[in-house]
């Protein structure tokens, strides 16, 4: 039964699950999409997990990523393993991302973290997903899909998160941090969807446990990528498909110059010569 109301002259409505997720990060910030991955996922992508950041690893080296702060990232795991692309691309977070961004976005970002026991990860700090931009706006530019990989709470380091914060321009004295901060707890398989905008941390993983991560942001495509994957996966091109050619920016690419402009456009249109 509705709940009632006075003196109300306009109410939003949700009839589905989906819709409620959506109205949550739109007006708290953040929701938690339970049970996305199966026990078996999840077992398969911890392995990947760690497969590809010790690749990355060994490549740039660990003392360089120590002194750049950039230990237990791996950073565009799509690169190195494609399944991860399907991971990007999974029907129930393109619901909600295409219900809170439109039709058109593309992946901006990729990342694995490993929050380590008792180790304190760079992104402990309270930051935006993006960052450096202290104004709000009516309808979100970005929406971040984070993936439980494995159980988050407040003992293994589970993302904290600062409930509306998207809608202030500044981030708050450390008096209203302290005493409006919440937890943003979610079991392993779940998928914690929020606005980029939100003001968030992770953790001090105090388990005996590793708990991983994949964080996936998803932006309006006038937002410049982190990775330019279409250049990166230039060659592949001819197997992506359509949808995911256009997730992975391959048709929000900038074009050189006005006679590449055009002739991309003319090539849309499909007028020859």
């Known amino acids: 039964m509705q709940e009632k109301s006075y003196g109300v002259v306009a109410r939003s409505a949700a009839a589905s699950d989906q819709e409620t997720h959506v ?53 565009a795991p799509l690169l190195y393993d494609r399944d991860f692309l399907g991971l990007a691309e999974h029907p129930k977070i393109m ?67 600062l409930p509306f914060s998207h809608k202030i321009e500044y981030l708050p004295s450390e008096q209203y941090v302290a005493a409006n901060r919440v937890h943003g707890e979610a079991r392993a398989g779940s998928v914690i969807l929020f606005d980029s905008m939100v003001f968030h941390r992770a953790g001090a993983n105090s388990s005996p446990n590793t708990r991983r991560a994949i964080n996936q942001m998803y932006t309006v495509p006038i937002l410049k990528q982190q990775y330019d994957f279409a250049k990166a996966l230039a060659s592949e091109r001819s197997t992506l498909s359509e949808g995911a050619l256009r997730l992975l920016g391959f048709t929000s690419e900038v074009p050189l110059n006005d006679r590449e402009w055009r002739a991309a456009r003319a090539a849309k249109l499909g007028i020859a010569g």
């Open 95 to 161: 619901e909600i991302v295409r219900a809170l961004l439109g039709e058109w976005f593309i992946l901006n970002l990729q990342n694995a973290i490993i929050n380590r026991p008792n180790i304190e990860h760079h992104q402990s700090s309270w930051h935006r997903d993006l960052p450096y931009q202290n104004f709000v706006i009516s309808r979100p530019l970005s929406v971040n899909a984070l993936f439980a990989i494995d159980d988050f709470s407040a003992q293994t380091g589970g993302t904290q998160f």
């Open 23 to 75: 109205e949550a990060i739109r007006n708290r910030g953040y929701t938690v999409l339970p049970g996305v991955l199966s026990s078996d996922e999840l077992s398969d992508w911890r392995k990947r997990i760690d497969l590809t950041y010790a690749k990355q690893e060994q490549e740039f080296g660990r003392d360089r990523l120590v002194a750049m702060k950039e230990l237990d990232l791996c950073r």
